[in-house]
């Protein structure tokens, strides 16, 4: 499971600039206000595919040249490419701690800030709805008379989970009871404190506020559209709906 939500775009006019400083180049940009009056860049300008359908709102648009521009040189490789890491994308994603540490991978051009296990994991009772738990197995092995077996723990993936989550329940609510008692109690509460992040599951989902780039997204793109994990092959197809996403997903014939 993956949550992407409150996502923002910014950067476009300063990359512009410093995209064309090379060859001082400034004035043949062309993006702009678009149906903005005599200081707009017109419909005929605008950097889409489809007739512009933009609103009489005054919106800052991409103009063709500048698109043009920004597609020769993404297509020409990431040094060429490298007003892409100036375009900034904020966002909010939610996913399982084993999605977040494939995520680490791309620790240059990123900043996160994620919600604290270490301090807040005992902040409310565990769920389900915690866990990305949804390709979990069971194949009804519980046996009411011989109670919870091997049989359960090496078949019934899911009844495993619900005995995961009860435990980390139990533990918490140990801990603050413990947390409750005073300074006296608190070797004991952090004994019990060890065992919910010791046994907590790489299933368990946490929150992140990231700020990526377009360079960095064209990288994820190019190796984890076809990844096995549904995470992966859901976050790309966030990336395909983000603006002039042409941009960053023109070298997914790169993939190795």
């Known amino acids: 499971m993956i949550k992407i939500e409150n996502f923002e775009v910014m950067g476009w006019e300063h990359v512009i600039r410093g995209m064309r400083n090379p060859m001082n180049s400034w004035d043949k940009s062309d993006s702009g206000i678009c149906k903005g009056g005599d200081d707009g860049i017109g419909c005929e300008n605008c950097a889409v595919e489809i007739p512009c359908m933009h609103s ?5 648009q991409l103009g063709k040249a500048d698109h043009e521009l920004m597609m020769k040189l993404a297509k020409a490789g990431s040094v060429h490419g490298k007003f892409r890491r100036m375009i900034t994308v904020y966002v909010d994603i939610t996913a399982p701690l084993y999605w977040w540490k494939e ?51 090496t078949y019934a ?45 790489s299933s368990y989902n946490q929150k992140r506020t990231v700020m990526l780039n377009y360079e960095v997204l064209s990288g994820i793109y190019i190796y984890r559209k076809n990844h096995k994990l549904d995470e992966w092959r859901e976050f790309c197809r966030w990336i395909e709906q983000l603006p002039y996403n042409e941009i960053i997903t023109c070298n997914a014939g790169e993939e190795k």
């Open 56 to 60: 009489y709102d005054h919106s800052w």
């Open 157 to 201: 993936h899911a009844k495993v989970m619900g005995f995961v989550i009860s435990s980390l329940n139990g533990a918490r609510e140990r801990y603050l009871d413990y947390k409750s008692r005073g300074s006296e109690y608190a070797e004991r509460a952090k004994q019990v404190w060890w065992q919910m992040i010791q046994l907590l599951p």
């Open 103 to 153: 995520f680490d991978t791309y620790k240059v051009g990123t900043v996160a800030n994620s919600s604290s296990t270490m301090h807040k994991i005992a902040a409310k009772e565990f769920t389900w709805e915690d866990f990305s738990i949804e390709h979990l197995t069971n194949f009804g092995m519980w046996n009411e008379k011989e109670g919870f077996g091997n049989g359960d723990a």
